[in-house]
């Protein structure tokens, strides 16, 4: 499973979200995410302001490379 992480930087001061969904490949989680990025780029309150996007795995496994729940 993948979960999009978005950190918002604006004036000093930032912001950790996500989505809310889960994908189910890391496919389709960077598709979204691409777009995700696109639209916040392109509607950024302030030009100082900026998004990191990121796909990261979820993992019910202790030992994979992704973060164990």
């Given at each position: 499973m993948?979960?999009?992480v978005?950190?918002?930087?604006l ?7 996500s ?8 496919e389709?989680?960077e ?5 995700m ?6 509607t ?6 900026y ?6 795995e979820?993992?019910l496994a202790?030992k ?6």
């Amino acid at each position: 499973m993948y979960v999009i992480v978005l950190v918002f930087f604006l004036t000093g001061s930032h912001q950790i979200a996500s989505n809310q969904i889960l994908y189910p490949t890391e496919e389709m989680c960077e598709g979204d995410r691409k777009i995700m990025q696109q639209a916040l780029d392109s509607t950024k309150p302030s030009p100082d302001a900026y998004v990191i996007t990121k796909c990261v795995e979820m993992s019910l496994a202790k030992k994979s490379k992704g973060i164990p729940l």
